[in-house]
């Protein structure tokens, strides 16, 4: 990181000199921290679509060029030759794990899979009809409160304990995601077993039976697998930025993290893939091939829902790689989807569409990731909790880079108030 340059901006009477940061990859940015103290003026961008929060080494995006890189690493490297637990590693440490620490943090992850009885008990307590995601929430806050030398709130405590709390959290959330799928089909908890690895075993404890030997299907685990290193990391998104935001305030991680998942819930962010098959069921029931869909999204009534992106304005790379998993595992498992077909169609009648087109808007992640996760057996509502579960060890890498910051600042934008100017307050009886 180097500045390089300077640029000189007047603000009526008064300018101001701004340095010019410089990325790794030779992304330019205005530094503007000190605008306000020098002129008065602050800047707007509602929606930070040109605003850099924070400098980041974790993950490299080009949007225009469909470049995605985890610590430089390639996205197409890693899905092709990682898998999700090392490539975690490699996001939250900075460095590919050597075999021993990879078989010691892989060892963390299985040691730490039971839970507290006293959690179960709250999980029991939610109705049946809970969102997954509002449960996954609330547990992850919960499973701070049975560590409480974990979630100090005490920023130097909190970062010597960082590698306990992440195997913790990397893998409770996969039992407690598990446990309320249990729950909510009336069916008894199952815990990990050895052996298993971490994809095989969240579907060991999903979908086993007491008393049956649970029957992984290697390559619907591997298809899990990768689902999840490619929502590892996806550098400042909306559901990164609240963990980061939370985490200024001195927010323990487990607080951090149980915050990105609300933010992550919504059906622009995480809850797109749900969005996406929701969406994919209405055109079929319709009897709709898409065009008609793709009219009503054109004219505003609609979004087409798993397209566009604030950052790709070409193909989303890992879209390109879950599609190809998407028509492998469903010729493996020999089931062919009707959405799928209408997934197809939309793609097509969409890309050769001139409103498409002239605003940049392809599939994203999220667009195969549902069929694929149907393909899974996983419930429609679970959906953004596998993005969850695969975007976790992206937000305890931000987390730790936020908290590591030398400033140490509180993130607390500003903004335009248009609001009444002052006025004073009238009794009631006075009132109109
Ligand atoms: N369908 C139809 N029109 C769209 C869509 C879409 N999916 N996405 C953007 N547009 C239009 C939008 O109406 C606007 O048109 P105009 O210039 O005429 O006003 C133009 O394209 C620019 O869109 P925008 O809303 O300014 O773009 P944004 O950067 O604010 O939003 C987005 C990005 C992902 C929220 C949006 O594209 C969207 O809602 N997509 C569908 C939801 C989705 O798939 N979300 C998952 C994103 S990937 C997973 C993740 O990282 O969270």
């Not at 730490?112 to 969102?131: K, Q």
């Not at 667009?367 to 305890?396: C, E, K």
Request: net charge neutral.
């Amino acid at each position: 990181m180097a500045t390089r340059s300077e640029i000189q901006v007047t603000f009526g009477k008064r300018g101001y000199v701004a340095p010019v940061l410089v990325g790794t990859e030779g992304e330019h940015a205005v530094d503007i921290s000190k605008l306000r103290t020098e002129t008065g003026f602050i800047t707007y961008d509602e929606g930070y679509a040109n605003t850099g929060s924070c400098k980041s080494a974790i993950t490299y995006i080009n949007g225009e060029k469909g470049i995605l890189r985890y610590r430089g690493y390639p996205i197409e490297e890693l899905a092709r030759h990682s898998n999700f637990i090392e490539s975690a590693y490699l996001v939250i440490y900075g460095e590919l794990p050597n075999a021993s620490q990879l078989e010691r943090f892989r060892n963390r992850i299985l040691e730490n899979a039971g839970i507290h009885e006293a959690l179960r008990t709250i999980v029991a307590g939610f109705p049946m009809a809970a969102h997954p995601m509002a449960e996954l929430s609330a547990m992850l806050n919960a499973l701070g409160c049975y560590y409480p030398e974990l979630a100090s709130n005490d920023r130097k405590q909190d970062l010597e304990n960082f590698d306990k709390t992440t195997t913790v959290l990397i893998s409770r959330i996969r039992t407690l995601a598990a446990m309320g799928y249990r729950y909510r089909n009336g069916l008894p908890v199952t815990y990990p077993r050895r052996g298993y690895n971490y994809c095989e075993n969240f579907l060991h404890m999903m979908f086993s039976y007491p008393g049956e030997d649970s029957q992984i299907h290697p390559d619907v685990a591997k298809t899990l697998d990768t689902l999840m290193l490619l929502h590892i990391d996806h550098e400042q998104n909306c559901s990164t930025s609240t963990v980061r935001m939370v985490g200024s305030g001195g927010a323990n991680l487990f607080a951090s993290v149980a915050a990105g998942v609300c933010a992550l819930w919504g059906p622009m962010h995480g809850g797109a893939n749900q969005a996406v098959v929701e969406m994919l069921t209405k055109i079929a029931a319709e009897g709709d091939d898409g065009s008609k869909f793709v009219e009503r999204a054109k004219s505003g009534g609609e979004r087409l829902m798993g397209f566009g992106h604030r950052v790709y304005k070409s193909y989303d790379p890992r879209a390109k790689i879950l599609q190809k998993q998407c028509d492998k595992i469903i010729e493996i498992l020999g089931r062919e989807d009707p959405l799928l077909q209408i997934a197809r169609r939309l793609e097509e009648i969409a890309r050769n569409d001139k409103y498409f087109q002239t605003r940049n808007l392809y599939p994203n992640v999220d667009f195969y990731s549902g069929i694929i996760l149907r393909a899974l057996n996983i419930p429609v509502d679970m959906f953004p909790v596998i993005f969850a579960m695969g975007r976790l060890p992206g937000w305890i890498a931000q987390w730790k880079e936020m908290a590591q910051r030398p400033s140490g600042r509180i993130y607390r934008p500003r903004q335009i108030y248009i609001g009444e100017r002052e006025r004073h307050f009238v009794p009631l009886t006075e009132r109109a």
